[in-house]
């Protein structure tokens, strides 16, 4: 990362209400780093709070979307990770660790960043690009919806290093596509093409690779244009629901209801129907 700031490498840009962040680091892959990291941490929490930013799109230049963690690339946040024994799937593990140092630089880590997309208040967008390895999988995978262009793969590459998959993957995967199939991606590390995983259920639609980046934006500006606040509790009660039962489940659903009709979008989508016009939402 020497001599590149971590707003080039990660690029960012507003346009349309959709909040755009782009992996720009094509040489590595666009491997992330910790300052990496933290840079998307930090966009996703503000494109919570922004009432101006109504989407957001992650994607990634080159020929990979994201290959996973690479705490060889520097930087500060880098350095205190390597101290601390470093990232499972990153950097070897340093000499002197003390037991739970690598729990903590997961916890603190490739879990926030997972953590971050699912609790992003504004529906998240994966632009899958190209490769998508390890933790890339997983960060694409917590997205609300994944576009994948033709020639994206996807691989659970831990297995390959002799190791546990991380950023949450165990998690996302078997309520994704069950558990058998989580285990078939996860105990053998092959790669899955775009093709296979839209069969499989991990993608909603694949398009040639020309066309991803318009279709991302025509998806996006789409959801710009909705019921933000509506999307943010439908999000919540869809990720909640396959680890509630029922009676939490319901009583969830009613209180986002309650919320959620006290917001003038609210308030617009049934003055719409009455007066028999299209609605127009301001996210409010």
Not at 2 to 17: F, M
């Amino acid at each position: 990362m020497s001599g590149n700031s971590v707003e080039s490498l990660v690029l960012h840009a507003t346009d349309n209400q959709v909040s755009r962040i782009t992996l720009n680091r094509p040489e590595a892959l666009n491997a992330i780093t910790p300052d990496q990291r933290e840079r998307i941490i930090q966009l996703l929490t503000d494109a919570s709070a922004d009432p101006a930013v109504r989407a957001v799109v992650l994607t990634g230049t080159g020929r990979g979307f994201c290959t996973g963690a690479d705490l060889r690339g520097g930087g500060s946040a880098a350095a205190g990770e390597r101290r601390a024994g470093g990232q499972a799937g990153g950097d070897r593990v340093a000499a002197g660790q003390v037991p739970g140092d690598v729990a903590r630089t997961i916890r603190l880590g490739a879990q926030r960043l997972v953590a971050a997309v699912l609790d992003c208040e504004k529906p998240v967008i994966a632009a899958v690009n190209g490769t998508a390895a390890g933790l890339g999988a997983h960060l694409a995978f917590a997205c609300d919806l994944v576009l994948a262009a033709e020639s994206a793969k996807f691989i659970e590459v831990f297995v390959r290093r002799g190791l546990v998959p991380d950023g949450g993957g165990a998690y996302l995967l078997p309520r994704l596509i069950g558990p058998q199939r989580a285990k078939e991606l996860m105990f053998f590390g092959d790669a899955l093409t775009a093709a296979d995983a839209e069969r499989l259920g991990l993608v909603n639609r694949v398009v040639p690779d020309g066309e991803l980046d318009k279709t991302a934006r025509s998806w996006a500006e789409r959801l710009a244009t909705g019921p933000t606040r509506a999307l943010a509790l439908t999000k919540q009660l869809v990720n909640a629901s396959l680890d509630t039962d029922r009676t939490a489940a319901f009583a969830a659903e009613a209180a986002a209801q309650e919320i959620n009709m006290t917001t003038a979008d609210a308030r617009e989508g049934v003055a719409s129907f009455v007066e028999r016009r299209s609605a127009e939402y301001r996210g409010r």
